[in-house]
DNA sequence: CATCAACCTGAGAACTCGCTCAGAAGACAC
DNA sequence: GTGTCTTCTGAGCGAGTTCTCAGGTTGATG
């Protein structure tokens, strides 16, 4: 099966390489550049599947590059990057069909999800499924919903990041410094403690409804979601 | 098959010998260097399949480094190396993908272990198994998980190295003076009184639940971890 | 068989790590 | 604006862990 081609478009070199770093890991085909005309010049050449578009590059704006794009007759779908004091309505109509948009700063592994989301509604052929599913615990990746055993679980927007990364990552010990690099933004500054504390929230919620502990303590090491069943 | 390539990059000449003699002792291919510019070169040149990297360098500091590497189109993962101290925020955005950190002062056969665990999620040929079985006993290097016929033993962090330490040099008699190098952190300064302790304890927890003996005593000599059975 | 060194093990002191709570600050919706 | 939800920090507590030490046991040696 080839890999799934993406094409990154930002100016700051910074956010192109936790990207691309980023993605490739996720199994993507990745090409990155630093402003519109070559992003239209790699979208031609390269068909990438889905492009990253940071909204405000320095020679064109995010919807000179669509139009120009769509001109051309390259219909992948795009997500948009935008800092957050950007007005609304730089983006407001640039999403159509199957676009989405996210502000910076984002953390890694919401991007990955963003764009399987986006590839999912986009593709016939789904590779990646909305439904995550490990032990007693089902995610529904499209309506961010989470059930345990049935039962709905109402969480809020970090601790369902959180409990997806750990259940992306099943019977696998991660460190709480790779939980923090790809739950959080990445230019969180805090410290390891904010970990622990959201591991606490998700067990409060979780653990009264599953039959055994779903998140595993490893002192020292980290922490693991435990499925008692192969998944 | 080709010797895994490891780029070792820190400024106390100790820290790099001293990886660099149990790297390749452990089998890989070793390149040392001592700063950051050093490191991007041989990074280019030598295109290793892991860096490990200290995170605080004279001429660049941890972030300037995978920045420049990441925009050179190296991908490889880091395992960075940072001093207990050193804040936080220091090492907070560094580990994308597989990326993974871990502080000093650590202990030889960790770093093999961290090493190990990092390939096998990053490169799809599994060359390193997360599944180290010895006789009766099985470890599971991804969960941390100890096994004595299929039955679950909880150790210690210590605990576990140490058993992971014997087993990956079962059938072998090993030196307290060894086990001390390789299983506790380089700059401990205590008493080998502590293997027999902790042997103790290992020997407490396992044999209750084999057949025979797992761990001999070679008196004189140190200790050996014995499968009855050829593996 | 007596002696000595090597080894084993239990007890305990000091410490580290992770959990939880309470609260401040911020975001968001109404 | 006002109230609610959420995020993040810091402190205190308790359990688990590390390490040392001392007394007991084992085994080698002459």
Redesign the pocket.
Same mark, same amino acid.
């Given at each position: 099966m080839e890999a799934t081609k993406v094409l990154i478009v930002d100016d700051e070199p910074n956010i192109r390489d936790l990207l691309s770093t980023s993605l490739r890991f996720a199994g993507f085909s990745v090409h990155a550049v630093g402003n519109g005309a070559d992003a239209v010049f790699a979208a031609e050449k390269g068909a990438p599947d889905i492009i990253l578009l940071d909204v405000m590059l320095p020679d064109m704006n995010g919807f000179s590059i669509t139009k120009k794009l769509r001109s051309m007759g390259i219909d992948a779908p795009v997500l948009f990057l935008t800092a @957050?004091d950007e007005t609304q309505d730089k983006v407001t109509g640039l999403t159509v069909g199957g676009d989405d948009y996210m502000t910076k700063p984002f953390s890694l592994d919401e991007v990955v999800a963003r764009i399987n989301a986006i590839l999912r509604r986009t593709k016939q052929s789904q590779i990646e499924d909305a439904i995550l599913e490990v032990g007693e615990v089902r995610i529904n990746q499209d309506a961010h919903e989470v059930f345990v055993n049935d039962e709905a679980v109402?969480? &809020?927007? !970090?601790? +369902?990041?959180l409990l997806r990364f750990l259940m992306e990552n099943a019977n696998r010990v991660l460190t709480?410094a790779q939980i923090l690099d790809h739950v959080?933004?990445y230019d969180?500054?805090? /410290?390891?403690?904010?970990? /622990?504390? +959201?591991? &606490?929230?998700l @067990?409060?919620k979780l653990d009264v409804l599953t039959k055994e502990p779903v998140?595993? !303590?490893? @002192?020292?090491?980290?922490?693991m979601f435990k499925s008692t069943k192969a998944n």
């Open positions: @957050r109402d969480l &809020s927007p !970090t601790e +369902y990041k709480k959080w933004e969180f500054n805090g /410290e390891m403690g904010i970990v /622990e504390s +959201y591991v &606490s929230y @067990r409060k998140i595993i !303590t490893k @002192r020292g090491v980290g922490y």
